[in-house]
Every structure is written in C-alpha cells, then in structure tokens.
C-alpha cells in the first residue's frame, strides 16, 4: 500500500519497484483462503488519503515495502 495521496492519484506514481511488489502480494494472497486484497490503497479504498504514512515512508524515505 504505498502513495495514497492525491497527486500521486492524479500522476499514476508508482514506487522503482511496483512489479516486484505486486508479484509478491499476489503470490501471498494466492495462498491464503479467502484470499486478501492487495495494491494501492488509493485503489482499495476508492478515494485519495493526503499526508499518510505511506507517502511518508515510499516518497520521503524511499523505503521498499511490501504492498
């Protein structure tokens, strides 16, 4: 769950290693019943959330994580 924020929305930012991440939530949720949902949250929750601490730690910090 990285860059909620609304120009990140707006632009379709995506953090250098976006592919990877996904292809790892992808194969965690495959194995888990029901399967979890994964990917940005700003796709998840449907609306755009300024100032979270995903934008902190993917945009300031430029911490790889896990979706």
């Known amino acids: ?22 292809h790892l939530a992808s194969t965690m949720a495959k194995s888990t019943v029901p399967e979890f949902q994964y990917g940005k949250s700003v796709d998840l929750n449907k609306y755009t959330a300024d100032g979270t601490v995903f934008d902190f730690m993917a945009g300031k910090q430029q911490v790889n994580s896990c979706l």
């Open 1 to 22: 769950m990285i860059f909620s924020d609304t120009k990140s929305h707006k632009i379709k930012r995506e953090p250098k290693n976006f592919s990877a991440m996904k």
